[in-house]
């Protein structure tokens, strides 16, 4: 049964603390994303990558980190630096980024602040 | 500077009328373009799209109609059903390794 998984689907932070979202997809698909959805302003992207061992920035990457060290994983790290980090977490997957494919979206993480 | 824009923010509409969201976009280069469906608290899922060599494509009750001049698309569902009622998010995509762009979404309530 092939598709996205995130995970943990509730995650709590602390001030002053990192937390990781994890993503995995089993659709063999070679591009990864990672958006940020808040009230009003619809899906921004935070990073995306292409290729293993390959990423780049979005329009709000600042305060977040990422990796890909395998195709299947991609996940998001959102640092103390990230000064409003509570928002809906939304990681996709396509075949190639851009050249007209269709990412396909994971269930989401809400991260909240304590 | 939004390069996809879905000026309204909600749109209400009776069942089994025709329900139809609104898209502009600014950018040229792009060339195909997205509708994803969104409900509370889960992942957008893929509607329908259209290539820009196209002006129309249907899906069931779903069809997307492109106006490359006015750079403009819209999204008709017929008829709606309440099981419809989400938010809707425009999507384009320039050609070459570029991420989609999204739209702030339309919220769309379909009442019985």
């Known amino acids: 049964d092939g598709g996205i998984t995130q995970s943990p689907k509730y995650l709590f932070r602390k001030e002053g603390q990192n937390v990781t979202l994890s993503c995995e997809q089993n659709l063999n698909h070679d591009a990864m994303y990672w958006y940020r959805q808040d009230p009003g302003q619809g899906l921004r992207l935070i990073y995306y990558?292409?290729?293993?061992?390959?990423?780049q920035k979005g329009d709000i990457a600042e305060g977040y980190s990422v990796s890909r060290e395998k195709k299947e994983s991609f996940p998001l790290t959102v640092t103390s630096a990230q000064k409003n980090p509570t928002a809906f977490y939304l990681c996709a997957s396509s075949i190639r980024s851009g050249d007209g494919k269709t990412q396909y979206f994971g269930p989401g993480t809400r991260l909240l602040v304590l | 500077d939004q390069q996809v824009k879905q000026n309204s923010p909600s749109l209400s509409v009776q069942e089994g009328r025709i329900s139809i969201l609104n898209c502009d976009y600014t950018n040229s280069m792009f060339d195909y373009f997205l509708w994803y469906k969104k409900y509370p608290a889960e992942g957008p899922t893929f509607l329908i799209s259209i290539s820009s060599i196209k002006d129309k494509n249907e899906d069931g009750r779903f069809t997307v109609f492109l106006n490359k001049s006015a750079k403009h698309l819209s999204l008709h569902i017929v008829p709606s059903q309440p099981g419809d009622s989400a938010v809707y998010f425009c999507a384009a995509s320039a050609m070459g390794n570029t991420p989609l762009v999204f739209g702030k979404g339309t919220r769309l309530s379909v009442i019985a």
């Open positions: 990558s292409q290729i293993v061992n390959d990423f």
